[in-house]
């Protein structure tokens, strides 16, 4: 044990007795804590201001805590509890709170701490806190959650779920549904266990029937904790996969639909890329028509325009016998590349480059032309630099082909990026350079000839 650790362990006089702290096996623990909590739980009052002091020591715990100085925003804490007893009714109901969120921060990355003293503060904040203690308990469920304790974790949302206090409100409604919900979520961690064990099995196996229903009891309990949350609005990514990975498996791929359309087009719910991604890769497993898949992902590219799916989008669009279609094949990649985390994507500029050719080649020349109006003033720096030019050709010469290509076909034959890669000498790319050569002089939308 550390001196820090020695030092808060050692005798206590009678003088001092203010100071006695909650100590946690050989793990960490606070001079302030036991003397207070036990004050206010009787309802002990203390009658002077310390409205100067819990507000400076408030601020000096939000700096501690930036600057991860775990050990000194703990010694604060010794002051700004005292916000419990606070003359100000306001700041005292707000107190349990407050403290809660900031000795929970302190308590799960102080390296003296340890999972029994987080217990001891968080069943002790329920208490004092009365009002907050289903958020409480939540976050105790999913700290023991982070540190692997599953079955502790189902105990902890077991006794909120079970817990009553006052009359019946919304918010405690939500908070309850949230709770069942990560109930639901480690049932469905068992309950994929067992499906997992169940694949291990031949159908002929005398304990085949047995895991079977077992997987069907998890699935049963696992649906009926999630699906209340799920209808309601907000962002529920994790229990929306679970329900319908569950749905799937028993067949229902209606209800999987239904759950996954409602989710995504909803307007009660706030926007979410992901619940377009879920219902594009449910309608895909489920070899859906094109035009179903390009309105999923058609939403998708106005959120995200830069997602990995719109490659895909891309085919689809090209694929499409629509001539609209197939301009926005042509919007989408111009979208994917205005992004600085694609300029790398060698799959996006050989789209881009054979997309260009083909749409020139087909006497679309204003489509080409639309799409570079509003990029010709800064895709030439961003892209098409000498600067680039050597890069790019120094790291992946393969990218680096793809893009003078389309260098070339969008600024001509001068672009200092394509002239760049056109002195290159490359025995395995000289032909293709030669190609491309002389396609840009044939289709650059420069001074062209179709």
Not at 145 to 165: I, N, P, Q, V, Y
Not at 184 to 213: H, M, N, P
Not at 382 to 405: G, I, N, P, Q, R
């Amino acid at each position: 044990m550390s001196d820090f650790s020695e030092e808060l362990k050692g005798p206590v006089t009678d003088d001092e007795q203010v100071e006695t702290s909650v100590l946690s096996g050989a793990g960490m623990h606070f001079p302030w804590l036991q003397t207070y909590i036990e004050t206010v739980a009787i309802g002990g009052k203390r009658k002077k201001d310390f409205a100067q002091t819990t507000s400076a020591c408030l601020s000096f715990i939000q700096e501690a805590l930036l600057k991860h100085q775990w050990q000194q925003a703990a010694e604060y804490m010794h002051s700004y509890f005292q916000t419990l007893e606070d003359s100000d009714s306001y700041k005292r109901q707000a107190a349990p709170e407050i403290i809660w969120k900031l000795g929970s921060e302190i308590l799960f990355y102080h390296p003296k701490s340890n999972v029994e003293t987080f217990n001891t503060f968080a069943d002790r904040m329920k208490n004092i806190g009365i009002m907050n203690y289903l958020k409480i308990s939540l976050q105790h469920a999913l700290y023991l959650l982070h540190h692997g304790m599953l079955e502790d974790a189902k105990r902890k949302l077991s006794e909120a779920e079970t817990w009553r206090h006052g009359e019946k409100t919304s918010s405690r409604e939500i908070l309850i549904n949230l709770i069942q919900a990560y109930k639901g979520l480690l049932q469905y961690y068992t309950w994929s266990k067992k499906k997992r064990e169940l694949s291990k099995l031949d159908k002929d196996d005398y304990a085949y029937s047995a895991v079977a229903q077992d997987v069907f009891n998890h699935s049963w309990k696992t649906s009926v904790n999630i699906s209340a949350l799920i209808k309601m609005p907000g962002v529920w990514d994790p229990f929306v996969k679970s329900y319908v990975e569950m749905l799937e498996f028993y067949g229902d791929r209606d209800g999987a639909q239904e759950v996954l359309t409602n989710y995504a087009y909803d307007e009660k719910f706030p926007s979410n890329p992901n619940a377009h991604i879920y219902l594009y890769n449910f309608l895909k497993r489920q070899k859906a028509p094109r035009s179903k898949l390009i309105s999923v992902l058609k939403i998708l590219y106005q959120i995200v325009p830069s997602h990995k799916l719109m490659l895909e989008f891309h085919t689809l669009l090209r694929k499409s016998e629509k001539e609209e279609h197939h301009k926005l094949g042509l919007e989408v990649l111009f979208g994917v590349l205005d992004f600085a985390g694609c300029t790398k994507n060698i799959t996006a500029w050989k789209y881009l480059a054979k997309y260009v050719k083909k749409t020139l080649m087909g006497n679309h020349l204003v489509w080409v032309q639309e799409e570079w109006k509003s990029r010709k003033n800064w895709w030439p720096s961003f892209h098409f630099s000498y600067f680039w030019a050597k890069s790019d050709w120094k790291e992946d010469t393969a990218l680096a082909c793809e893009k003078a290509f389309v260098a070339g076909l969008l600024l001509g034959k001068g672009c200092r990026y394509f002239r760049y890669i056109l002195k290159q000498d490359h025995q395995i790319l000289g032909k293709k350079i030669k190609r491309m050569k002389r396609s840009v002089k044939k289709y650059s939308i420069v001074n062209p000839r179709l």
